[in-house]
């Protein structure tokens, strides 16, 4: 439980509730820590404070890996190496990282930043969050509903002014960033109420610092790049993707539209412009854009117009969205590629091809849907011979 573990008893509990709502808490307002500065501990000591340190989720570095689900390096930085960053922070941002400081709200420079991105870590540079799940919570403070990846964020318990709130920290430097909290949107209901302080926003196309790369190749860590593909109804495009060996993830939800944050409803009732659509995550080394492109041929009929299978409408049609000039190309020839082809006789390949907008993850309960429910669907499973050689 976090936020609403709120002990609500008194007028001044309450009174402190709203006056620190959110990750709230001018800096005026907040006294300093009593004993000596909470300067980055290392991810493997318990925090300073007993009582956050008790119910505290730590982390379990000595054994765990050190890598991400989405290939970087998380290994905790040594003490001095984090000291030596912190060294070169502007006063404000050492205040807020380092001392788990608050920014005063509507203050910080990415509260309404709406470009797309990439939210790094001001200290260590690794990557937190992602445009795609940036809200506009009206806290006054930059909010998101999901991290980057969950591994690259630490919680800690934080009962400090009498509340119990889930601190965030950079789980590569123990940067504070802000709290998390359970009243967000969906479709996690969480909402990650950041300090911009914390965060280094890096637009797309902007060239990343090397630390803020997945880790090498060579060290055993995937590199992962992202495509997108609409073949109508999500469920079984998600859940044939999902099988493909290289593939890490595969997450349904929606493309293209004209609005923001649409929902399944919205989707259906056909008025947002958006096409369902398959977000696939996956390791190139193991498996190629060329490959993907193959199995989402086989899965879907690409010369159904605005329709695939029963379902009818926009939101169904056939897609591909590119995150580089390398997989337009590849997506455009592939395409010409079949047309030459005898596989569709005279139709013809109605495909869209455009670079990819903001991919907005659909509810929960759409999410790897085959798999929960058991239930089939009219999708071609693209990897037979793969999957009988297991
Ligand atoms: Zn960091």
Redesign the pocket.
């Known amino acids: 439980m976090r936020a609403s573990t709120f002990p609500l008893a008194s007028a001044l509990t309450l009174f402190l509730l709203l006056a620190l709502w959110a990750c709230s808490g001018a800096s005026e307002r907040e006294p300093e820590p009593a004993s000596a500065p909470r300067a980055a501990p290392s991810a493997q000591q318990p925090a300073p404070s007993a009582a956050a340190g008790a119910a505290a989720k730590t982390q379990d570095t000595s054994m765990a890996s050190q890598r991400s689900k989405s290939g970087y390096d998380i290994a905790p930085l040594p003490r001095a190496k984090v000291t030596e960053l912190a060294k070169n922070l502007p006063p404000e941002v050492y205040r807020v990282t380092q001392k788990a400081g608050t920014e005063p709200a509507f203050c910080g420079d990415l509260v309404d930043n709406h470009k797309q991105g990439t939210y790094l870590?001001v200290?260590?540079g690794?990557p937190l969050f992602s445009s795609e799940a940036k809200f506009d919570s009206g806290t006054g403070w930059p909010s998101f509903f999901q991290p980057f990846d969950p591994a690259h964020i630490e919680e800690r318990s934080d009962v400090a002014y009498g509340m119990k709130r889930t601190e965030i920290l950079?789980v590569?430097?123990t940067?504070h960033l802000g709290h998390v909290f359970e009243d967000g949107p969906r479709p996690t209901g969480l909402r990650y109420c950041l300090n911009s302080a914390s965060l280094r926003f890096l637009e797309n196309g902007a060239a990343l610092p090397a630390e803020s790369r997945p880790a090498a190749a060579s060290a055993s860590a995937p590199q992962t790049e992202v495509a997108y593909f609409a073949g109508g109804c999500f469920w079984g495009i998600e859940h044939y993707f999902q099988l493909g060996q290289g593939v890490i993830s595969a997450e349904s939800g929606y493309m293209q539209g004209r609005v923001e944050k649409p929902s399944y409803k919205q989707v259906c009732d056909g008025s947002t412009g958006h096409a369902e659509a398959v977000k696939v995550v996956f390791d190139p080394s193991q498996i190629s854009y060329q490959r993907l492109l193959e199995a989402f041929f086989v899965m879907h009929d690409p010369t159904q117009l605005n329709r695939q299978g029963p379902d009818h409408g926009d939101q169904y049609r056939s897609g591909i969205y590119t995150t580089s000039a390398e997989q337009e190309r590849a997506a455009r020839a592939a395409i010409e590629q079949l047309a030459k082809s005898a596989r569709y006789g005279s139709r013809k390949i109605v495909t869209e091809v455009e670079p990819a907008k903001t991919f907005w993850p659909a509810e929960d309960y759409h999410q790897d849907y085959i798999e929960k429910t058991g239930r089939a669907c009219h999708v071609s499973n693209p990897w037979t011979e793969q999957v009988e050689a297991k």
Do not use: G, I, T
Request: glycine letters at 0%; charged letters at 10%.
């Open positions: 870590c200290v260590c690794l950079c590569r430097c940067a």
